[in-house]
């Protein structure tokens, strides 16, 4: 069982940044690994995702542009940074991962985002 830790969620008013990070207890060596969130109202949505070998990155269409999402140098851990943030990105924010495509069997607890107008 992998075990993923996030941190960095909490309150910031709009137009401010949050950078969230994830790491995953070692050994363990993913296929790719992906933040969703779950915002009030909508269903769970995937917000990015980094493809472990190459750094390949996909964004979903709210986050292109405001968030970046990179892998830490040294361990199995990434990095959300998230830019330019609403009220609509207010939510539980998610980290998951897996070792083959599509798949993500192991996440994380979940950590709050809160964005006041």
């Known amino acids: 069982q992998v075990q993923l830790t996030e941190s960095g969620g909490g309150s910031v008013q709009a137009g401010g940044s949050l950078r969230l990070s994830c790491a995953a207890d070692d050994p363990f060596s993913p296929y790719v690994m992906a933040w969703f969130r779950q915002v009030p109202g909508k269903e769970r949505e995937m917000v990015a995702s980094?493809?472990?070998?190459?750094?390949?990155?996909w964004y979903n269409h709210f986050a292109e542009g405001r968030f970046n999402l990179f892998k830490d140098a040294g361990k199995v851990a990434v990095f959300l940074e998230m830019n330019s943030l609403t009220p609509e990105d207010t939510g539980v924010y998610y980290c998951?991962?897996?070792?083959?495509?599509?798949?993500?069997?192991?996440w994380g607890q979940g950590t709050q985002v809160i964005v006041s107008s």
């Open positions: 980094i493809r472990w070998n190459g750094g390949y990155t």
């Open positions: 998951a991962t897996g070792r083959v495509p599509g798949k993500y069997p192991y």
